[in-house]
C-alpha cells in the first residue's frame, strides 16, 4: 500500500484560502504525522466526471491516494493517516477507542449542525420561511456547543493529549468561526485557537492559502 501521498482539493475553493474546505484537516494530518504529500487540484467541472468519480463516488474532494489505496471521506482519511504514524492516536488502547469515538462525534454529531447552519445561511436565506428557520438551525449548534464547553471545561484537548480527535473537533468548529457563535463559549475559542497555533495548522493553512488567495488588487 505504502506510495507517494496524493490529495485533491479545489482548484479554487469558494471560501478564497479561509481553510474551510475539507483538504485542510487532511493536510492538517499530514503536517502532524510528518508526511510529504502532493495535491492534484480538480475543478467543479471534473469533480462529477469518471475519474474523479471512480475515487470519490459522490464527487467531492478531497481524496486520498496512497500506492493502490484510494479513500474518501475526511474522518476515515484522517484516521487512516493516523493509524499508520506516530501521534495523532494514544498508544494505550482504552485512550485510543476514547480518541476514536471523539472522532466520530466530531463528524456525526457535532460537524452536522454546524452544516445545517451553513446551509440555512448560505442557500436557504433568501427563502420566505429562512427567518424563523434560522434560529431553530442556531439553537441547535448552541446546544451542542455547550455541551462541549462543559465536557472541555479547563482541559486543553478532549482526552488527555492532542490527538487526531482534537483535529477533528476543531477543523470542525472552524467552519462557525464567521457565525459568532463559537466566541459565545470562551472554552471553545481558546480551544480552536489552541489547535490553529499548532505549526502543522499553520503549514497546513499556509498551503492551502497559496493556492486559494484571492488575487491583489
Ligand atoms: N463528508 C465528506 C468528507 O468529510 O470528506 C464531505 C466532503 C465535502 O463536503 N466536500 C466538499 C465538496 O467537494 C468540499 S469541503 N463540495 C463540492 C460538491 O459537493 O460538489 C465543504 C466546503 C466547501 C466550501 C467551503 N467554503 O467555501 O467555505 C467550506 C466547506
Same mark, same amino acid.
Request: aromatic residues 8%.
Given at each position: 500500500?505504502?506510495?507517494?501521498?496524493?490529495? $485533491?482539493?479545489?482548484?479554487?475553493?469558494? +471560501?478564497?484560502?479561509?481553510?474551510?474546505?475539507?483538504?485542510?484537516?487532511? &493536510?492538517?494530518?499530514?503536517?502532524?504525522?510528518?508526511? *510529504?504529500?502532493?495535491?492534484?487540484?480538480? @475543478?467543479?467541472?471534473?469533480?462529477?466526471?469518471?475519474?474523479?468519480?471512480?475515487?470519490?463516488?459522490? !464527487?467531492?474532494?478531497? $481524496?486520498?491516494?496512497?500506492? @493502490?489505496?484510494?479513500?474518501?471521506?475526511? !474522518?476515515?482519511?484522517?484516521?487512516?493517516?493516523?493509524?499508520?504514524?506516530? !501521534?495523532?492516536?494514544?498508544?494505550?488502547?482504552?485512550?485510543?477507542?476514547?480518541?476514536?469515538?471523539?472522532?466520530?462525534?466530531? /463528524? =456525526?454529531? #457535532?460537524?452536522? *449542525?454546524?452544516?445545517?447552519?451553513? =446551509?440555512?445561511?448560505?442557500?436557504?436565506? =433568501?427563502?420566505?420561511? %429562512?427567518?424563523?428557520?434560522?434560529?431553530? /438551525?442556531? !439553537?441547535? #449548534? &448552541?446546544?451542542?456547543?455547550?455541551?462541549?464547553?462543559?465536557?472541555?471545561?479547563?482541559?486543553?484537548?478532549? +482526552?488527555?493529549?492532542? %490527538?487526531?480527535?482534537?483535529?477533528?473537533? /476543531?477543523?470542525?468548529?472552524?467552519?462557525?468561526?464567521? @457565525?459568532?457563535?463559537?466566541?459565545?463559549?470562551? $472554552?471553545?475559542?481558546?480551544?480552536?485557537?489552541?489547535?490553529?497555533?499548532? *505549526?502543522?495548522?499553520?503549514?497546513?493553512?499556509? +498551503?492551502?492559502?497559496?493556492?486559494?488567495?484571492?488575487?491583489?488588487?
Amino acid at each position: 500500500m505504502s506510495g507517494q501521498i496524493i490529495i $485533491t482539493a479545489f482548484e479554487r475553493s469558494p +471560501d478564497g484560502g479561509q481553510g474551510l474546505a475539507r483538504d485542510t484537516r487532511v &493536510r492538517w494530518a499530514l503536517e502532524e504525522a510528518g508526511q *510529504p504529500y502532493e495535491v492534484r487540484l480538480v @475543478s467543479f467541472k471534473a469533480m462529477k466526471e469518471p475519474a474523479h468519480l471512480a475515487l470519490h463516488p459522490f !464527487g467531492q474532494i478531497p $481524496t486520498y491516494e496512497e500506492g @493502490s489505496l484510494a479513500l474518501f471521506e475526511t !474522518g476515515a482519511i484522517v484516521f487512516h493517516i493516523a493509524e499508520r504514524h506516530a !501521534g495523532l492516536l494514544p498508544d494505550d488502547a482504552s485512550a485510543r477507542a476514547r480518541a476514536i469515538t471523539w472522532m466520530f462525534a466530531a /463528524v =456525526n454529531t #457535532v460537524e452536522p *449542525p454546524i452544516l445545517e447552519l451553513a =446551509n440555512a445561511r448560505l442557500l436557504e436565506g =433568501n427563502k420566505p420561511w %429562512s427567518k424563523e428557520r434560522l434560529p431553530l /438551525v442556531e !439553537g441547535r #449548534v &448552541r446546544d451542542r456547543l455547550k455541551q462541549l464547553s462543559a465536557h472541555l471545561g479547563t482541559a486543553d484537548w478532549l +482526552d488527555g493529549a492532542f %490527538s487526531a480527535a482534537d483535529l477533528m473537533m /476543531v477543523s470542525v468548529l472552524l467552519r462557525l468561526r464567521s @457565525s459568532g457563535l463559537l466566541d459565545e463559549h470562551q $472554552t471553545l475559542a481558546a480551544y480552536v485557537a489552541r489547535g490553529e497555533a499548532r *505549526p502543522a495548522y499553520k503549514r497546513a493553512f499556509a +498551503d492551502q492559502l497559496a493556492v486559494n488567495k484571492p488575487p491583489a488588487g
